[in-house]
């Protein structure tokens, strides 16, 4: 009898587990690839189902507004941008910087124009595509301004022929349009399209670094899985997994780019 209640009381903690209500991670698609691989990770290791939805901000809010427990942001203006928007409903005390990624120049593969860094796309005759928003709100101009030199900041804004409110939009016109010869963003995109671009380390002196970080909703201060998971993240484990995909390892050195 004792056999048949330990099996019968094990059955029920499997399906208890297995009804038991997924972790929802919301956030957009920079980030992605090794938030989605590392909710897979930490699913195997405890048991525990985590959701990882990821996109422009639009496709997700009304969804994450409904059932968020987490959110995770590109940068820390985005991520006040995902406080608005959700209606004050993430805990601004459970937000927490988790990994930095650097901007980065892509270029078509082999680098046929032969671009070298940014200095070079101050000089007239490029075609560059840029990121007016989603955690890269002047981003170019950062880059460009470092060094107080406002003809940079004109030369390069003279190559600029679109403006892609998204990493996503970038990425289509970048696809659609051969003409495109370089594209500012974060080296991380590189890293997850290896056969679309090229990645060119940025001078150091024009870098710029920002990171990603997540936090609880209500709802998620209230789900120990959920607890967990963020409280993870920030384990070596985590780590090893977002540098794979591009992300600056905290304890260690920066990288020239945050692609290849």
Not at 82 to 110: E, F, H, K, W
Not at 142 to 171: C, F, H, P, Q, W
């Amino acid at each position: 009898m004792r056999v048949i209640l330990i099996t019968l009381f094990g059955a029920l903690s499997l399906a208890s587990t297995a009804n038991a209500e997924p972790v929802h991670v919301f956030g957009p698609g920079g980030p992605a690839p090794a938030m989605k691989e590392a909710a897979a990770v930490y699913s195997r290791q405890q048991g525990v189902e985590v959701d990882v939805v990821a996109g422009p901000t639009p496709q997700w809010i009304d969804q994450a507004r409904s059932n968020a427990d987490i959110i995770f942001s590109g940068s820390e203006t985005m991520m006040t941008d995902l406080q608005n928007a959700m209606g004050g409903q993430i805990d601004p005390g459970t937000i927490t910087p988790l990994y930095l990624r650097v901007s980065s120049i892509l270029v078509r593969p082999g680098n046929p124009r032969h671009i070298g860094g940014l200095s070079d796309l101050f000089k007239p005759g490029h075609r560059i595509v840029v990121v007016n928003g989603a955690g890269q709100n002047g981003l170019w101009e950062d880059m460009a301004g470092r060094t107080g030199d406002l003809r940079k900041v004109a030369g390069l804004r003279g190559n600029i022929v679109r403006y892609a409110k998204t990493s996503a939009e970038a990425k289509s016109a970048w696809t659609e349009d051969p003409s495109l010869d370089a594209w500012i963003i974060w080296g991380i995109w590189q890293r997850a399209n290896p056969t679309l671009a090229d990645a060119i380390a940025v001078e150091p002196e024009y870098r710029i670094y920002r990171d990603m970080g997540a936090g609880l909703t209500r709802k998620g201060i209230a789900n120990k899985d959920a607890q967990g998971f963020v409280r993870w993240l920030s384990t070596p484990d985590a780590g090893k997994i977002f540098v794979k995909w591009g992300w600056v390892d905290p304890a260690g050195p920066k990288p020239a780019t945050g692609g290849r």
